[in-house]
């Protein structure tokens, strides 16, 4: 009997591995955020310049939808791994760029090849995962996502100290090289790993529901823009992830305009992501609680969401205080606000989608929220330097409750109840 079958829980060990890749995935593609000050000075790139470099970064990633189809279609063992190892390979040639023209092609390769993260992390916690624990699972592997927001600033602190800021892009590249091979030894799909025990299989199968199950005809394009629950999670994730992409591509540019330090700059970059570790967490902790005093599964994800859009209103306020401590701490606010509602956003796609249309489904909701981040990059790039970072702070509070109010108005729960209904009428696991 192996190590995995003693435990007889597999499925989180596999989740925590996917946790992992998007740490790396994150630290990969926000190490150019937090060495934007010490990169733009040294190659002479402008403010304006940086937002296209980000907006071909966001062309790359609004690609999702084609990544997602090539998961559905090659399988999510080898899939990851061919996109994970070109993640690596594509960072680690950021430290070789000297104009900003160059930095920009890599950025918009590193950006196509980045649009696995999510499509194929959604995939493992539909394929791996009952209903009723899908929003912990999820909530655990874009945990990544702040840790390796996090992990850049320090990362490029201690390469620029030892080294220089490309010496950072090619020990993050050399750190995803390496997640590919732990992928490569530890994943198989559910139904032919050869460590799962039939008694773990059985349970995710029994909790869940029969219209996320596949069909064998593979992901419609057109039926999937068809349908409204579609646009109820492209839509919000639009409007939200520029808070993300704000907090990646701009929030040291910002912190160093206020007068921060190279070292104050990385301690204040790490808190909002760190604050969005617990919402990662809180989240699901959220939904869980209220299915436990009866509420439905997705109408749970709706109020959680709900729930992070009104703390989000905090960042309004970022530009308007005085005290440097203060902003920090409404930026930290927003991080865990934001990861509140995304992680929430992003699983509710598994509760009503197939498992062989999740990963074209994630790519076509991902290219919406990537647009939006590169309309709100484009806005900033342009207008930033004319009227400062305030009106953008306030932008991004409002966008979440318009959000919040799509997510009710479109969302329309399956009729398979199984495994959407209230904790207190699930079987124990």
């Known amino acids: 009997m192996t190590f995995w079958q003693r435990t007889r829980a597999l ?11 998007t740490v790396v995935n994150y630290l990969t593609r926000n190490t150019l955020g937090f ?13 304006r310049e940086y937002a296209w470099v980000i907006n071909v970064f966001q062309a790359g990633i609004m690609m999702q939808p084609l990544v997602g189809y090539i ?7 080898y899939g990851f791994a061919i996109f994970a190892t070109a993640w ?40 791996w995962f009952p209903a009723r624990e899908r929003g912990i699972a999820g909530g655990i592997y874009n945990m990544g996502a702040s840790l390796g927001a ?25 750190i995803a090289l390496l997640w590919v091979l732990l992928w490569l030894a530890f994943f198989h799909p559910l139904d032919r790993h050869p460590s799962v025990s039939d008694e773990e299989r059985d349970y995710i199968r ?37 808070v993300w992409g704000t907090l990646t591509f701009w929030l040291p540019l910002y912190l160093t305009s206020r007068g921060f330090s190279l070292g104050e700059t990385a301690l204040s970059t790490f808190l909002p992501f760190l604050a969005g570790e617990l919402g990662c967490l809180f989240g699901p902790t959220v939904t869980f609680w209220l299915q436990k005093k009866g509420v439905n599964l997705v109408n749970a994800r709706r109020w959680t969401f709900t729930l ?4 989000m209103m905090g960042m309004a306020f970022v530009g308007s205080v005085e005290s440097a401590v203060a902003a920090v701490i409404l930026l930290s606010l927003g991080g865990f606000a934001h990861q509140t509602l995304s992680v929430t956003c ?32 484009t806005a900033m790039g342009l207008l930033v330097k004319k009227i400062g970072y305030d009106p953008f702070f306030i932008a991004l509070a409002v966008l979440d409750l318009i959000a919040a109010a799509i997510l009710w108005t479109l969302i329309r729960a399956p009729r398979d109840t199984r495994g959407i209904q209230p904790v207190s009428e699930l079987p124990a696991a």
Do not use: Y
């Open 150 to 174: 996090a992990a850049a600033p320090l990362l490029v602190l201690w390469a620029s100290s030892v080294w220089n800021w490309r010496g950072a892009f090619v020990i993050a590249g050399a």
């Open 346 to 377: 992003i699983t509710l796609a598994s509760d009503l989608f197939r498992k062989d249309e999740l990963g074209t489904v994630a790519g076509m909701a991902g290219f919406c929220a990537n647009l939006g981040v590169a309309l709100f990059s």
């Open 206 to 242: 029994a909790g869940q529901e029969s219209h996320v199950q596949a069909t064998g005809n593979g992901p419609s394009i057109l039926s999937i823009l068809a349908q409204r629950n579609f646009w109820g999670i492209a839509l919000p994730r639009m409007l939200a992830d520029p």
């Open 88 to 127: 690596g390979l594509i960072t680690m040639a950021h430290g070789a760029v000297s104009t900003w023209q160059g930095l920009a092609v890599v950025r918009g390769a590193l950006g196509f090849a980045e649009g696995t993260a999510h499509t194929g992390g959604l995939k493992v916690v539909s394929e």
């Open 308 to 311: 992070g859009a009104v703390l």
């Open 11 to 21: 499925r989180w060990w596999i989740i925590v591995i996917v946790m992992l890749g």
């Open 35 to 47: 060495a934007a000050p010490i990169m733009l000075k040294d190659l002479g790139i402008s403010e």
């Open 71 to 77: 998961l559905d279609r090659i399988g999510l063992r």
